[in-house]
């Protein structure tokens, strides 16, 4: 903790210095007091609280859309081989496409409102899950499967028996991970035809440039995100104890 608390004391110290010192122009870089500057005039002039909210229900929405869809598909891909021989070439395919290439589809197909940053987010999010749970479903001990089957246990009591206890806590880190993933997603859906959000505002504030805000917005980003990633590994490590032991 102190390791970390120290590089970004030494990282505020490193950039102070560049901008205080007149070593970077501040039309490029805006210095750490005008960034809390204009943070404090984006809170309390801007309605900035709306569109950390805006952001926060985008990512939440596509993220839990697409866990729905991939934990289910995830766990039959790892359970089932032909499954897996069927879905298996196309989610391997599918997760190395970048979220933002579809935007443009998108918006023709959802136009330019709510569903189309959703979709954005749920793209970039359901085939990274999918293939993971699979492969975690798919490691689960042999001898477990075996024993559940001599002792008289018929696939969906393997699935709901032994399977799913078995890789329910690999499966929260997943998408602990991925949740991770979402945020960069729902930036690059706000940074077109967006009329709120973090994304929006950096926007907004990239042709001002006024630097000072763009920061903000990112730091803001990085807080939240580092916030939700703890809240998530909290609840993992309360719902999975024998994780831990």
Do not use: C
């Not at 939700?228 to 609840?235: C, E, M, R, Y």
């Amino acid at each position: 903790m102190a390791f970390g608390l120290t590089f970004f004391v030494l990282f505020v110290a490193l950039w102070s210095w560049a901008t205080f010192g007149g070593h970077v122009s501040k039309t490029f870089l805006a210095n750490p007091l005008t960034m809390v500057q204009e943070g404090y005039d984006l809170l309390a002039k801007q309605g900035f609280l709306f569109d950390i909210g805006m952001t926060i229900w985008r990512v939440v929405g596509g993220f839990a859309l697409a866990a729905i869809i991939a934990v289910p598909l995830g766990v039959l891909m790892g359970a089932y081989k032909p499954v897996e021989a069927f879905l298996e070439p196309f989610v391997s395919f599918a997760r190395y496409l970048p979220a933002s290439a579809f935007i443009p589809l998108l918006i023709l197909w959802a136009g330019i409102g709510e569903l189309q940053k959703l979709l954005v987010i749920f793209i970039g999010s359901v085939f990274q899950v999918i293939l993971m749970v699979a492969v975690t479903v798919g490691a689960t001990r042999r001898d477990l499967v075996e024993a559940a089957y001599t002792l008289g246990a018929k696939d969906r009591g393997i699935i709901r028996r032994v399977l799913l206890p078995s890789s329910a806590p690999e499966i929260a880190e997943i998408l602990r991970l991925v949740l991770g993933w979402a945020w960069t997603y729902v930036i690059v859906a706000e940074l077109i035809g967006s009329s709120s959000g973090i994304g929006h505002m950096i926007t907004d504030s990239q042709a001002l440039l006024n630097t000072g805000q763009i920061i903000f917005g990112i730091i803001v980003i990085g807080l939240i995100g580092l916030v939700s990633d703890f809240l998530f590994k909290a609840f993992n490590a309360w719902l999975f104890p024998w994780k831990l032991a």
